[in-house]
T-cell receptor
Framework: GNSVTQMEGPVTLSEEAFLTINCTYTATGYPSLFWYVQYPGEGLQLLLKATKADDKGSNKGFEATYRKETTSFHLEKGSVQVSDSAVYFCALSPQGSGNTPLVFGKGTRLSVIA | DAGVIQSPRHEVTEMGQEVTLRCKPISGHNSLFWYRQTMMRGLELLIYFNNNVPIDDSGMPEDRFSAKMPNASFSTLKIQPSEPRDSAVYFC?????????????FGSGTQLSVL
């Protein structure tokens, strides 16, 4: 079946540190891949996406590259800020999914300290 | 557009009481999803609708939970009777093209506490 595995948190970093949050997936065919972010007290919102192999999604300084050979979609940011503190969810949309909803990972909590 | 609107933001109730959570999706969206979020289980999909029709309710934990979507602009999630283990944040989300559309728009959630 389709599944997403994320590194467990929480992740605590100092401001301006480099961030990596690992995400691997299991799916048939060529799914689309996403990162959603949940800020405190809010719902999830789309951060970035990639729809085919070797695509790089980017937004707000965050990047993730769709690696089919390693079935991964790791989230990176070169210099985190306190305002990046949130929970990050990796997700996939199966290929030809029709009525199949997104499959989310369990989320990784990031805390950035000044 | 005001986004997905959920009410109430917070609900505190006693075990055994009926709880009704409400959601207004973004106008024009044709799919609606109910999720539950807890520390232990993460984000769980409870049920989703396409064009007001329930498509998959396999995530609904038990018969105490029910959801309706009487029209394109309103949905409810009801828990009767409520139990302490139902305490969680419940999110509603909507999308435009159906369940295959990756861009979900989430509401701010309802924090439910069952005492």
């Amino acid at each position: 079946g389709n599944s997403v595995t994320q590194m467990e948190g929480p992740v605590t970093l100092s401001e301006e540190a480099f961030l990596t949050i690992n995400c691997t997936y299991t799916a048939t065919g060529y799914p689309s891949l996403f990162w959603y972010v949940q800020y405190p007290g809010e719902g999830l919102q789309l951060l970035l996406k990639a729809t085919k192999a070797d695509d790089k999604g980017s937004n707000k300084g965050f990047e993730a590259t769709y690696r089919k050979e390693t079935t991964s979609f790791h989230l990176e940011k070169g210099s985190v800020q306190v305002s990046d503190s949130a929970v990050y969810f990796c997700a996939l949309s199966p290929q030809g999914s029709g009525n199949t909803p997104l499959v989310f990972g369990k989320g990784t909590r990031l805390s950035v300290i000044a | 557009d005001a986004g997905v609107i959920q009410s109430p933001r917070h609900e505190v109730t006693e075990m055994g009481q009926e709880v009704t959570l409400r959601c207004k999706p973004i106008s024009g969206h044709n799919s609606l999803f109910w999720y539950r979020q807890t520390m232990m289980r993460g984000l769980e999909l409870l049920i989703y609708f396409n064009n007001n029709v329930p498509i998959d309710d396999s995530g609904m934990p038990e018969d105490r939970f029910s959801a309706k979507m009487p029209n394109a602009s309103f949905s409810t999630l009801k828990i009767q009777p409520s139990e302490p283990r139902d305490s969680a944040v419940y999110f509603c989300a909507s999308s435009l093209r159906g369940a295959a559309n990756e861009k979900l728009f989430f509401g701010s959630g309802t924090q439910l506490s069952v005492l």
